[in-house]
Nanobody
């Protein structure tokens, strides 16, 4: 059974940094594509409204990013630790959201991912 647990969220000032972690359990992690999504406050808490942030292939050799975070966020993984990371630098108030880790694809649509964590709150103050 696949389980994903996010951590590392919190409150940070604009311009600051945070690193999110996603600890995964279950078989086949090193072959699994992983992604990060976010859901901003005020958005309906529906699966389909989650916004793509970044994705990484099983080997870590291929990554993709949303335009809104390109150059500021970095996705990486440590297959020995079954963990995916999202390093977030130069944070902006508009990055405030619940951040979700997901397993399943390199795509940018929530429907392409089968497994999801519970999310971790990131709040950026101005």
């Amino acid at each position: 059974q696949v389980q994903l647990v996010e951590s590392g969220g919190g409150l940070v000032q604009a311009g600051g940094s945070l690193r999110l972690s996603c600890a995964a359990s279950g078989r086949g992690f090193s072959r699994a594509n992983m992604g990060w999504f976010r859901q901003a406050p005020g958005k309906e808490r529906e699966f389909i409204t989650r916004e793509f942030v970044a994705a990484i292939s099983g080997s870590g050799g291929s990554t993709s990013y949303a335009d809104a975070v390109k150059g500021r966020f970095t996705i990486s993984r440590d297959n020995a630790k079954n963990t995916v990371y999202l390093q977030m630098n130069s944070l902006k108030p508009e990055d405030t959201a619940v951040y979700y880790c997901a397993r399943g694809s390199l795509g940018n649509k929530p429907s392409e991912y089968l497994y999801w964590g519970q999310g971790t709150q990131v709040t950026v103050s101005s």
